[in-house]
């Protein structure tokens, strides 16, 4: 079993939508959780970082955590043909010296 | 906010050949420092984690070697690239202060031919 697995998709959402990208993670101990953005070609750029249990919102995105079911999800409302791109979770822990990431769930936003 | 360079940005080297790609960060002392490789359509793999100044954590047996001369200058280096280097290399930076986020440089793109 991975420690953070992602459906590699790709999720398909039409414009204005809500998408809805989820990751679970092993290691029942992790504190710490991120999402990153990447565009083809580019590095990733952090977008929501979350480390209590609940929602947090910001602008379009809003991150949920639920460490009990140990998974962590991020939704985009509104979607925007812009936001097509692979979204990377990560998490943390004690004793972790880095982050472990996911392999990403591309997402197809279409006009 | 701390920013991260990455030199070069694109390279196409040789089999064989030798490797130095340069992450320097700026508006943060003492940070962690990170090699990550990510080969075309993969997720990233962690190649060198640094705590500090010649502190240097190797996390997969390579061809690679990583040093740290400056606090804020973090060096990858190879004597002699395989074709499965080829890949985009990344450098990643922790600010102590800063709950773990992690913030990437713009990353290296290696052809290795």
């Known amino acids: 079993q991975k420690e953070v697995e992602q459906n590699s998709g790709p999720l398909s959402v039409p414009e204005g939508a809500i998408a809805s990208l989820n990751c679970t993670y092993s290691?029942?101990?992790?504190?710490?959780f991120f999402w990153y953005r990447q565009y083809s070609g580019k590095s990733p750029e952090l977008i929501m970082s979350?480390?209590?249990?609940g929602d947090k919102e910001d602008g379009r995105f809003t991150a949920q955590l639920n460490k009990a079911s140990q998974y962590v999800s991020l939704l985009i409302r509104d979607s925007q043909p812009s936001d097509s791109a692979t979204y990377l979770c990560?998490?943390?822990?004690?004793?972790?010296?880095?982050?472990?990431f996911g392999s990403g769930t591309r997402l197809q936003v279409q006009p | 906010s701390q920013t991260i360079h990455q030199w070069p940005a694109t390279l196409v080297q040789p089999v064989g050949s030798p490797l130095s790609l340069e992450c320097t960060v700026e508006?943060?002392?003492?940070?962690?420092l990170y090699w990550y490789r990510q080969a075309a359509g993969r997720g990233l793999q962690l190649l060198f984690y640094?705590?500090?100044?010649?502190?240097i954590s190797s996390e997969v047996p390579q061809n690679l070697s990583a040093s740290r001369p400056q606090d804020r200058q973090f060096i990858l280096s190879s004597k002699k690239l395989l074709l499965s280097d080829s890949g985009f290399y990344l450098c990643?930076?922790?600010?102590?202060?800063?709950?773990?986020?992690?913030?990437f440089g713009p990353g290296t793109r290696l052809l290795v031919l």
């Open positions: 990560a998490v943390n822990g004690p004793g972790r010296r880095a982050l472990t």
């Open positions: 290691d029942r101990v992790s504190q710490s």
């Open positions: 979350i480390y209590s249990n």
């Open positions: 508006g943060t002392s003492n940070p962690n």
């Open positions: 640094s705590v500090g100044i010649g502190q």
């Open positions: 990643a930076c922790v600010k102590m202060d800063s709950k773990e986020t992690q913030y």
